[in-house]
């Protein structure tokens, strides 16, 4: 079945930097890769994926990148706010299930 | 659109006990919903398929007869935890995915289980 890794599991920027988190994924069969925002004790809310036809796709401060070859797609926030402040997980597709990552505890400093 | 209703959010109950939890898409129709466990500070781990009409199909490790998937409809698939124990205690959450090529899956908000 896919597994998929995620690092780093936490990560704290300065308001107004970037992030990124990374991902990699083992089953080359997979062909959909979401990335969801958690905040503690609400459900995952998805904030952008991407095909496995395209290369990167953005939207406004986000965007995510993904290798085919590698196997590995990222997460990358620009002038990061105080509200990007949760736990990220990435996901990877085949055959309609869902694995995700171990997740990114993302936190803003002020 | 694309709203997947989940209840109770939260329940308490004792041990030995069984507990339903309900997953309805509102403006969709699915004939696929997913069941997730998360425990405190970790991922959502995939326990079984939920199959309109038919049996659900379980992830290793997860026990069929403990955690029994009733999808009667293509609007709603149940979630029973029979026989609960503490260490059932977890964040249950279902999710479905809209038809018509939209890659995306919708969760539910969840049910947090606390078993006494």
């Known amino acids: 079945g896919e597994n998929v890794e995620q690092h780093p599991s936490t990560l704290s920027v300065q308001e107004g930097d970037s992030a990124v988190i990374k991902c990699t994924y083992s089953d080359s069969a997979s062909n959909y890769f979401p990335w969801y925002k958690q905040e503690l004790g609400k459900r995952p809310q998805l904030i952008i994926d991407?095909?496995?036809?395209?290369g990167e796709k953005k939207d406004q401060r986000i965007a995510v990148t993904l290798n085919k070859t590698a196997k590995h797609f990222s997460l990358h926030i620009t002038e990061t706010q105080p509200e990007d402040s949760a736990v990220y997980f990435c996901a990877a597709s085949w055959n309609e299930k869902l694995t995700f990552g171990t997740g990114t505890r993302l936190t803003i400093i002020p | 659109g694309a709203v997947v209703s989940q209840h109770p959010s939260r329940v308490i109950c004792k041990s030995g006990t069984s507990v339903k939890i309900e997953c309805r898409s509102l403006d969709f129709q699915a004939t696929t919903m997913f069941w997730y466990r998360q425990f405190p500070k970790q991922s959502l781990m995939l326990m079984a398929t939920?199959?309109?009409?038919?049996?659900?199909?379980?992830e290793q490790g997860v026990e069929k007869d403990k955690f029994l998937i009733n999808h009667a409809s293509l609007t709603l698939s149940t979630l029973t935890v029979t026989s609960a124990h503490p260490e059932d205690s977890s964040f249950y959450i279902c999710?479905?995915?809209?038809?018509?090529?939209?890659?995306?899956?919708?969760f539910g908000s969840g049910t947090r289980l606390t078993v006494v």
């Open positions: 939920s199959n309109e009409g038919s049996k659900a199909t379980y």
């Open positions: 991407i095909r496995s036809n395209v």
């Open positions: 999710s479905a995915r809209p038809p018509q090529g939209n890659y995306g899956y919708t």
